[in-house]
């Protein structure tokens, strides 16, 4: 098969790109951080409306697009690339990463002692909002955010054969010709940019973590020296794994990084109290079904408390900032599946994922605070977030065994969101990439040695929370693509699927001869 060819332009302007706004929001930090958290507080409580009805709007439109007739429609010829369950799981693990790992834990805690809606903190009621609002936040409208540009791009790479996976394609249908020019290009590197902060995000949170658990179970202070040593090792798996490519590599991780998943939350809901996690869930489930759409469009303007600004809308605009990777990559894994397969796997599969880890660490944790088994709010508020899950595994039996088994899962989970956006980066930059075909090798290995040089760079200088916020800063052109997006979308369903013409009506009784003369 004719190898891929490289967008030079788009190739060397998003490492100029990336690399002197790097610099620059680095070499500026003391003014910049402060001036980029007003820029967020301000999308975040200026924009707090748009985003919401964004979200459930989204939800609405898949749900229509799934069960009308456009859901038949098939991406590609031929029976699906990859089973369902590696399907599932690349998807996932592309989506979550180790974010899951850490909020599942820590986020019902931050309920617990900051809940919403005027509640008395760490009360009966606050305890019962702390998973549900964990639910509420990693299931269906974080997953609607992440399913509709897939849906987008699915659509323009296998229904219209445009052979790139480029957002700047997909939005075609709206912009024309200009998608092609100088505004295509720019879109495309923004879209670069929003994934190298997501990416920071996910090892700003996951890199302490693991470094916190790997120091304790070797008895050593956490350093920057160890978290190097980490970001290096999680370099070597990624890289390996994207230089194999879908099938030999990113497939393989993904499945065995869903395996170590079940396989640790079976055992924490075994060993820990596991009536109580499951009857903690159910109440919850229960709560978060019962108040969706309240939860959905929460912005308390009268008491004011910043609660749904704070977590609900800056969810929804940092998975906004990542949606385009994730639709880059699962469009491209979903050859031989059905819009309706598309939309209701992408749906259900992350949905169950995330409700799974908050049912059993979130339920384990805020039963360890609850039963004053350990007080994991003071230890979250003094030590941090990496800390309290150190002390939430060492809760369990066999912490021996867990903790070093919690290391080797959360490396895998990091490595597996990374091969992914390893192989994104290198296909936006790639000219052309017609289906079965896999950006250069050494393609990706070159954005593979460049999100470890500059994760290394990042933490040394202490410059990862800028460069993270600056991504979810892109949240708002992000949100006019995803008009954008539907624009396109909807245009071409008309032009390749027209609607049928109307039936005429049946007739159920004979027409009345008419007698003619005169």
Known sequence: MKKANVDRFIFWAAIIVILAATALLVIFQKSAEPYLDRVMTGITHNMDWAFQFLTI????????????????????EGKPEFSTFSWGTMLFT????????????????????????????????????AVTYGLF????????????PTVVIAYMYFIRKRPTLKLSAALSGALGKYSEGWIGKVIDILVIWSLVGGLGTSLG??????????????????????????????????????????????????????????????????????????????????????????????????????????WTV???????????????????????????????????????GGWLYFMVFGGYSMS????????????????????????????????????????????????????????VLAAIATRELKAGQDPARWHRMIWGGMLAVLTLGLLFVGGLRVVQTSAVVVSIPIFLFYLLLAVSLFRWLKQDFPAPPLREPKRFMKEPKIKGGD
């Open 314 to 352: 800056f969810y929804w605009a940092w998975f906004a900032a990542t949606a385009p990777f994730m639709g880059l990559f699962v469009a491209r894994i979903s050859k031989g599946r059905t819009l309706r397969q598309l939309i209701m796997h992408m749906l259900l599969w992350g949905s169950v």
């Open 137 to 148: 936040h990693w299931g269906i409208s974080a997953w609607s955010l992440y399913a509709f």
């Open 57 to 76: 709007g989204l939800f609405i439109v898949l749900l229509w697009l799934a069960f009308s007739r456009y859901g038949n429609i098939k991406l590609g």
């Open 368 to 423: 360890l605070e609850l039963g004053g088994v350990l007080t994991l709010t003071d230890i979250l508020a003094d030590d941090g977030g990496p800390a309290a899950v150190v002390a939430i595994l060492k809760s369990l039996p066999l912490s021996v065994i867990v903790l070093p088994f919690f290391i080797v899962l959360a490396v895998i989970f990091l490595s597996t969101s990374m091969d992914s956006a390893t192989y």
């Open 205 to 310: 949170l996951g890199v302490p973590m693991v470094s916190a658990v790997v120091a304790d179970v070797i008895g050593i202070q956490p350093s920057l020296m160890l978290d190097a040593i980490i970001v290096i090792l999680i370099t070597v798996i990624y890289s390996a794994s994207a230089y194999l490519g879908l099938h030999k590599g990113i497939r393989k991780l993904s499945d065995l990084n869903i395996y170590l998943a079940l396989a640790l939350a079976v055992f924490v809901l075994l060993a820990g109290p596991t009536l109580f996690i499951l009857t903690y869930f159910s109440n919850s489930f229960g709560m978060m079904l019962q108040n969706f759409l309240m939860m959905s469009f929460y912005t308390d303007p009268i008491a004011e408390s910043g609660f749904p600004q704070d």
């Open 94 to 129: 592309a989506g979550m990463g180790t974010s899951i790992m850490y909020w599942s834990m820590a986020e019902p805690l931050f309920y617990f002692t900051g809940p919403p809606f005027g509640i008395e903190p760490g009360s009966q009621e606050a305890a019962e909002w």
